[in-house]
């Protein structure tokens, strides 16, 4: 092939290009191996296990009900951000693309997509199994799911950022969740403070539920720009 | 311009530890320069440098007439690099690897579709195409790698031991896409000076510690 037979598409579609390579290798490689969902689904189920007999509770509400769900969602989605970068950094992935000829941010927006892509997966199928254990009806689900779309893009986010930048270390498995979790205190608190209402006793309430969901659109938000304006300083050596 | 790489008092260092020392080269467009020297002396560091994927710590580098780092955007996508890995997914097939390279540069459709076959074809390998990289040899997967790096038709090949873990065959074959052909500018590093020294126009030797003697003609 001559050169100016080469796609000669402008930058941002070339970036796109991009994006869709990387989201489709990531997707395809998952699919099949199976290294992160099922860990992360077990991890969640197993988790509501334990607490659906540590709390002697077979139904929660309000705060508590939040709380136990973000959480598990939150430690199960580490699962998934410590792998993110794996096969870049020991298959030479970071080499590769640093070697190509794109705006490396395609890289960021790829992995946060496959991220939210993997959090969604999880929460179909062990939303309904929290449901199951510990609520009275199904009411709540579908609010719920505006909830933790929007949490799980904020996640992602963040948690791409310091994959990125914890899988060069040796100890990234303990370095992701001490520098990831301080830094979505503020996501768990918005996401928390939003699910409590939905999962009020007697089904769900919208008390300063447009509060909590602005609060994570602007955590999104402010992590979507902090990534794509800094990702391509932390690919450097 | 002819001038492929100019380099004036290149440094690296790894902390306290200096990799390259003050390297001073200049490779015109279409030469071949052959990179010698023992374990450690800054072959593999030079090479990184080059291809834009190491900052050097001192010195002046041009690619091209890109001053790296800060062009390295201009000439990224014009480098072919081939080194100790095969930047290879061995979750993916050959085929697939290939194709999410060719995709990110630039390369789509039936046009990318036929110039992967046709270097699978060259490198012999279109049987095992859609195995996986886990399952292939050593052998196969540098074969892959040959592919990977000439795969857009880089102007500029970065071959660190390109003869690594090939049989004669899988040698003879690779020499066709990544041996000296006329545009085509090569850096080869290697600890087999003798077999190579032919196809060379320029000879640069390191020593332990990353200094390098001044480069010389090749005596064909």
Request: hydrophobic share 50%; proline share 5%; glycine share 8%.
């Amino acid at each position: 092939m001559k050169p100016e037979e080469r796609s000669a598409a402008p930058p941002l579609v070339q970036s796109a290009v991009a994006f869709r390579a990387i989201l489709g290798k990531d997707l395809r490689a998952e699919l099949r191996t199976l290294q992160s969902l099922p860990a992360m689904a077990l991890f969640a189920v197993t988790t509501f296990v334990i607490f659906r007999f540590g709390l002697d509770r077979t139904q929660l509400s309000g705060s508590l009900a939040a709380g136990v769900l973000w959480a598990t969602l939150l430690f199960a989605a580490i699962l998934g951000i410590n792998r993110l970068f794996v096969a870049e950094r020991e298959e030479g992935g970071f080499d590769a693309i640093r070697l190509a000829p794109i705006d490396r941010s395609a890289l960021f927006a790829a992995k946060a997509t496959a991220l939210v892509v993997y959090l969604v997966a999880v929460e179909l199928v062990v939303v309904p199994v929290f449901a199951l254990f510990f609520l009275d009806s199904g009411a709540a689900l579908p609010p719920l799911a505006l909830v933790l779309l929007l949490a799980d893009l904020g996640l992602a986010a963040t948690g791409t950022l310091i994959s990125s930048m914890a899988v060069n270390s040796r100890a990234r498995d303990l370095l992701a969740p001490l520098v990831l979790l301080p830094l979505v205190v503020p996501l768990s608190i918005a996401a928390t403070g939003a699910l409590e209402p939905l999962l009020a006793v007697g089904g769900p309430g919208y008390h300063r539920f447009g509060s909590w969901l602005a609060v994570l659109g602007l955590y999104d938000l402010i992590f979507l720009l902090v990534g794509y304006a800094t990702f391509d300083f932390l690919l450097e050596d | 311009m002819n001038t492929a790489i100019e380099l004036r008092g290149l440094c690296r260092d790894y902390g306290e530890r200096p990799a390259l020392a003050g390297v001073d080269l200049s490779l015109g467009r279409g030469e071949s320069l052959l990179v010698v020297g023992p374990n450690g002396a800054g072959k593999t560091t030079l090479l990184r440098i080059l291809a834009t994927l190491l900052r050097p710590s001192a010195g002046e580098v041009r690619v091209f007439g890109a001053a790296l780092p800060g062009e390295a955007w201009k000439v990224r996508g014009r480098i072919g690099l081939l080194g100790h890995e095969p930047l290879l997914y061995r979750d993916l097939s050959g085929r697939e690897n290939l194709r999410f390279h060719a995709r990110l540069h630039g390369l789509r459709g039936d046009g990318a579709e036929a110039r992967i076959a046709e270097l699978l074809a060259a490198v012999d390998m279109e049987r095992r195409a859609d195995d996986r990289v886990a399952e292939l040899s050593a052998g196969m997967r540098q074969r892959l790698a040959v592919c990977r790096c000439v795969l857009h038709e880089p102007e500029l090949l970065l071959l660190d031991e390109p003869d690594s873990n090939l049989d004669a065959e899988g040698r003879a074959l690779a020499r066709e896409l990544v041996g000296p052909a006329e545009g085509r500018t090569r850096v080869v590093v290697t600890h087999d000076p003798e077999r190579l020294l032919s196809e060379a126009d320029e000879v640069l030797r390191l020593s332990t510690g990353g200094s390098a003697e001044p480069s010389e003609a090749a005596s064909r």
